[in-house]
RNA sequence: AGAGAGGUGGCCGAGCGGUCGAAGGCGCGCGCCUGGAAAGUGCGUAUACGAAGCAAUUUGUAUCGAGGGUUCGAAUCCCUUCCUCUCUGCCA
């Protein structure tokens, strides 16, 4: 949610960036706000007046009282007159305040200077690029076709017991999904991070909290009667840990890292391109989560970025990093890079992970915020995927592929407890 | 799931219709005392939203799990709801 503070102190900076993501009606709708703020404010002060002037007449009524005076019929009258209109002056600054908040929760978070303009995956910059040479001359084919071929992950029997997008992984399949999970925990527990294993259904606030609800409401799962949801991300659980938290200083930075599955509806995302492991209903992801000052919150970034990369780069397969323009930014976003893997069996590159900065537009929705000195300042809060799992195995698997065996990266071995797949 | 007890500040804990944002203690911060420390002692120590001020700050309102209600006045009474503990049941 973006500071309303902020707003009324530079509403032009607002409209550019907010701009930048192709929103039309922004000004106005800020402008909007703006004046909402200034109804809600006066109403503030003349129902605090009126508070205070019932406060203070039944504290004279206790007092005449306890003084043994009778007389309080007239301050009893007075009292219920102010009662009346501070009722109805604290209904009509209710209602302005649901009005802003609904205007404001629908408002994307601003994007970092450092984003580019545009409105498609085509507006993305690619910062860099790593490439494996592939000197094999076999054909290479799609991980569905090796996944098929060497019996590692089983789709049909996923769809009769749950539905399309519910893979099931069988022996070396499943022990690889195992060995992925555990190098990233053990990788990111050298990088200090703290490792947490959260629930994976999240109740309403929660989802506020991180941004999905209201208004993404459509890309999780619910649990219809007891008004929970399936997270599509560690990030809603671990970073709502810290919701309504003042943190101290010292305390930071906060890194946290979990193993979870994920659940996402994915609904309408469902093409031709979309096979086997390129996109999943459930999926297994290792998730990093910061909690920073921000003035740390930038260098955390890239920090980050430096981790996922590192990670990748030792699975010796090919992948690029993205910048992502404003247009395909996320909705709570304010900075975000994508890592892709090269999946070469279907010559795709595939996301997965991306690493952003929300600064403070989450720790605004769930008031979390730090001690610096004597002031209380809103945190910055991030998070990126290190790793999502599928796209990788499906990197892997098209990478690694030669012929009638699978060789399985180097620093996975001692978690596979296996070199090689073979048929 | 049933029966009972309970949810008060960073923590413990008093208050059970009148000036209570809340005694007392612990913790923490600043000062005094000291050669230094301990002990002692003084002061301070929640959050949100307004108003005034460049600011330090001053000031109003709300908040005693959450949301409603009764009352001139609610931490205290009533209703709803969530959570915790104990016992019983069920169970990996």
């Not at 000004?27 to 129902?47: A, G, M, V």
């Not at 992801?285 to 003035?295: A, D, F, L, T």
Request: overall charge negative; glycine content about 4%; hydrophobic content about 35%.
């Amino acid at each position: 949610m973006i500071e309303l503070n902020e707003l009324r102190k530079n509403k032009e900076e607002f409209v550019l960036s907010l701009k930048k993501r192709g929103l039309k009606d922004i000004e106005d709708n800020l402008n909007k706000l703006i004046s909402l703020d200034d109804e809600r404010k006066s109403l503030k002060t003349s129902l605090d007046n009126l508070l205070a002037e019932s406060n203070k007449i039944a504290k004279e009524i206790g007092m005449k009282i306890k003084s043994g005076d009778k007389d309080i019929t007239d301050l009893k009258n007075k009292s219920t007159q102010i009662k009346e209109s501070s009722k109805s002056t604290e209904k009509e600054l209710k209602i302005k305040e649901e009005n802003i908040k609904n205007i404001l929760v629908n408002i994307p978070n601003t994007p970092d200077k450092k984003v580019p303009e545009g409105n498609s995956e085509d507006n993305n910059i690619e910062i860099l690029k790593h490439e494996v040479s592939l000197e094999r001359e076999i054909k290479l084919k799609p991980h569905w076709e090796i996944i098929r071929d060497f019996n590692l992950i089983d789709f049909d029997n996923g769809n009769k017991i749950t539905g399309a997008g519910f893979p099931i992984y069988i022996n070396k399949g499943a022990k690889l999904q195992r060995a992925l999970i555990n190098y990233f925990l053990d990788e990111a527990e050298k990088n200090e991070y703290i490792e947490i294993q959260p629930p994976i259904l999240i109740n309403e606030e929660s989802g506020f909290g991180t941004g999905q609800l209201p208004d993404k409401e459509g890309m999780m799962y619910k649990i219809e009667n007891e008004n929970l949801f399936m997270i599509p991300t560690a990030e809603v659980p671990i970073t709502n840990i810290y919701r309504k938290n003042i943190i101290n200083d010292s305390d930071l930075p906060i890194k946290n890292v979990a193993y979870t599955p994920c659940f996402r509806k994915e609904a309408g995302s469902w093409g031709a391109h979309v096979r086997g492991l390129n996109r999943l209903h459930q999926f297994d992801k290792v998730e990093i989560v910061h909690i920073e000052k921000q003035s740390d919150s930038e260098e955390a970034l890239e920090s980050m970025c430096n981790y996922v990369e590192s990670l990748i780069r030792s699975l010796n397969i090919s992948y690029r990093k993205l910048l992502l323009c404003a247009g395909d930014l996320g909705f709570a976003s304010s900075i975000t890079y994508d890592f892709e893997v090269y999946a070469p069996g279907q010559e795709r590159w595939l996301e997965c992970s991306s690493v952003s900065n929300f600064k403070t537009y989450q720790s605004n929705r769930m008031n979390l915020k730090i001690r610096e000195d004597k002031n209380k300042v809103l945190a910055h809060t991030l998070n990126g995927s290190a790793l999502a799992l599928p796209r990788i195995v499906a990197s892997i698997l098209e990478t690694h592929q030669n012929g009638n065996e699978i060789n399985i990266p180097e620093v996975l071995h001692s978690y596979t407890g296996f070199k090689k797949i073979s048929i």
